[in-house]
């Protein structure tokens, strides 16, 4: 077995009153596919950032083998300190990189490199982050939330070029389909400690579910053998004096063990408050049309929803999912067209950019709207201290200010406000963003039962599949389409993956440009870029050096005796013959490809 690239010893960190590791362990070796779990709290995102060297914990032991190459995606990227996008993806790259790679990357994820630091959302923030630390090509990808912010074409892209990476990865993410596609192994942070299972996270829940009903076994066995001794301390006969007391002695010690032993965090309990039901024709729209600056981000559009119909809204970021939104629901005015809604409708939405929470105010005072201590759920007065326990608050944060809340703790809290309200429509954009795995289980059979009407905005492709009745797809300049069914049935029905679509930027007045000039753009993109171009000239060559590499590998390994000499010599050949065999072919297919675009240009 190859030696470790990295790996975290008996690792301790107590952050305040909270113990947060009590001897984690995480060993990183090559090739290695990690997912990296657990409740929002448990510490995923703290322990990454020891592997990266980011946090020096406690106690324990980190180690690096001499030469290996990091990289750390931090859940907020920092560009302020670089005027463009081009030099922050540049300063990550170090001695011997590639410097054609960076801008190859921006280019698959739809940016040029010259937009400027200072004026990027959060999408684009994200993907420079992502070219950054995939341009080194290292030896360790250590990724948290990799997905936030990034629309579905741009999650398919990044999964299709991680697997593809000869990276080891270490990843954190509640994108359930995302991990399930790309993850080898899992490790799992709960109550201080780091189990790790050599299966991808589709088998996860299952290993999880057999480990807690184990340890309730245990408990079970335990409670039951205090009870027997806690007997015959009333009503047993006396025996010699020595014997009583080492019982007595073995009788604390269990007592002990019980009260130590740490149990899982109970489940959120998500319901929500209903209202009447409305009426069957929940809104129906006829020839919608909505334009920014001249641009068509609705064009066209008509549908007719119904009671308990449950309708995505999928497309790139930029593609106008929000606007067709509001635009269903009344919020915003549309410029053409015709829309109704039934009557007796209850809506009530959740916002993704969670702008409706006072930094300053307490959590109780955000749940009760600063109005005492109770709250009003299904019609019915709780307490708020009880109503938040629901959500997995500790009483004691009721009192804490929205401010010291974790993007999880946030998501969490707008849930329980939102689901207090009485509602048969609800709106919920982006609803699975900072949520832990477990939490968005329990919101999904929530919403499964939830007798009402549901809009939803997701990129979460198992969210959709699991409670979507239809999608409605953008399919470019302010076209959409409903398709019947999931996310994967949208798909089949398209023919095609979700592929990115640039919206392009108002057009000048053809009118009165000149026919070369209408013409210039399109000759512009029948092109191959700089980056293909330069790897077009050196692939050649690393496809014969790689060559070689395997020839002298294999010849190597032919030696009968080779094993017997060095078994671990050996062993680590073979790892190398493989994974130089893995690069010769990518490299193989990459020149194949770029040389078919190069005919087809006309050479």
Known sequence: MAPPLLHLKDIRLRIGATELYDGAEMM???GDRIGLVGRNGSGKSTLLKIAAGLIEPDGGERFVQPGITTRYLPQEPDLSAYATILDYVVAGLGPGDDPYRGRYLLEQLGLTGDEPTGQLSGGEARRAALARVLAPEPDILMLDEP????????????????KGSRSALVLISHDRRFLENLTRATVWIDRGNARRM??????????RDQILEQEELERHKLDRQIAREEDWVRYGVSAR?????????????????RKTGKRAAGDVRLTAAEADASSRLVFEAKGLVKAFDGRAVVDGFSTRILRGDRVAFV?????????????????????????????????????????????????????????????IVGGEARHVVSYMRDFLFKPEQARQPVSVLSGGERAR????????????VLVLDEPTNDLDLETLDLLQEMLSDYPGTLLLVSHDRDFLDRLATSVIMSEGEGRWVEYAGGYSDMLAQRGAGVAARVVDKPARDTAKAKPTEAAAPKTAKARLTMAEMHALKTLPGEIEALTKEIAKLTAKLSDADYYARDPKGAQATGQALEAAQ??????????????????????
């Open 147 to 162: 997905t936030n912010h990034l629309d579905l074409p741009a999650i398919e892209w990044l999964e299709s070029e991680l």
């Open 413 to 424: 809290l707008l849930l329980a406000k939102a689901l207090a309200k009485p509602s048969n």
């Open 198 to 207: 050599e299966r991808g996270f589709a088998a996860f829940e299952a290993w």
């Open 315 to 375: 497309g790139p970021n930029g593609a106008g999912k929000t606007t067709l939104l509001k635009l269903l629901i009344g919020e915003i005015e549309a410029d053409q067209g015709f829309r109704r809604q039934g009557h007796n409708l209850e809506i009530v939405g959740l916002d993704q950019k969670r702008t409706t929470l006072d930094e300053t105010a307490t959590l109780a005072e955000v749940m009760t709207d600063g109005r005492g201590e109770t709250v």
């Open 28 to 30: 990183v070796s090559p």
């Open 241 to 257: 004096r020595k014997r009583n007391v080492r019982r007595m002695a073995d009788l604390g010690a269990l007592r002990q063990a």
């Open 582 to 603: 893995g690069r010769l072919s990518a490299a193989e297919e990459r020149w194949l490809e770029l040389e078919m675009k190069r005919e087809a240009l006309g050479g």
